[in-house]
Nanobody, 123 residues
Framework: QVQLVESGGGLVQAGGSLRLSCVAS????????MAWFRQAPGKEREFVAAITWNSDNTFYTDSVRGRFTISRDNAKNTADLQMNSLKPEDTAVYYC????????????????WGQGTQVTVSS
């Protein structure tokens, strides 16, 4: 069973940057799309960004487009999220997820999740 482990979260001032990384435990990762979601306190888990298995296509929610960049390295079994120009409203626990089937923006379309990493942006 593939496992996902996120890292790279932390506390940063508004306008700063962080890079999140998700490492998969098996090479089967390379045949699946990957995504990042986030969940702020008291809110639903929401889609942030996704990337196809071969990196041909990327997708972003409107609030992060132009500030965040998703990428992957199948040779290293990693999927990263570069976050620039961070805002206090980006504060959340960020999760990486392995795509199964269905609409990209739905959590039910993903069948494996990491444990999450906290990102806190101070104003």
């Amino acid at each position: 069973q593939v496992q996902l482990v996120e890292s790279g979260g932390g506390l940063v001032q508004a306008g700063g940057s962080l890079r999140l990384s998700c490492v998969a435990s098996e090479r089967t990762f390379s045949t699946h799309g990957m995504a990042w979601f986030r969940q702020a306190p008291g809110k639903e888990r929401e889609f942030v960004a996704a990337i196809t298995w071969n990196s041909d296509n990327t997708f972003y929610t409107d609030s992060v487009r132009g500030r965040f960049t998703i990428s992957r390295d199948n040779a290293k079994n990693t999927a990263d999220l570069q976050m620039n120009s961070l805002k206090p409203e980006d504060t959340a626990v960020y999760y990486c997820a392995l795509y199964d089937r269905g609409f990209l923006y739905y959590t039910s379309s993903y069948n494996l999740w990491g444990q999450g990493t906290q990102v806190t942006v101070s104003s």
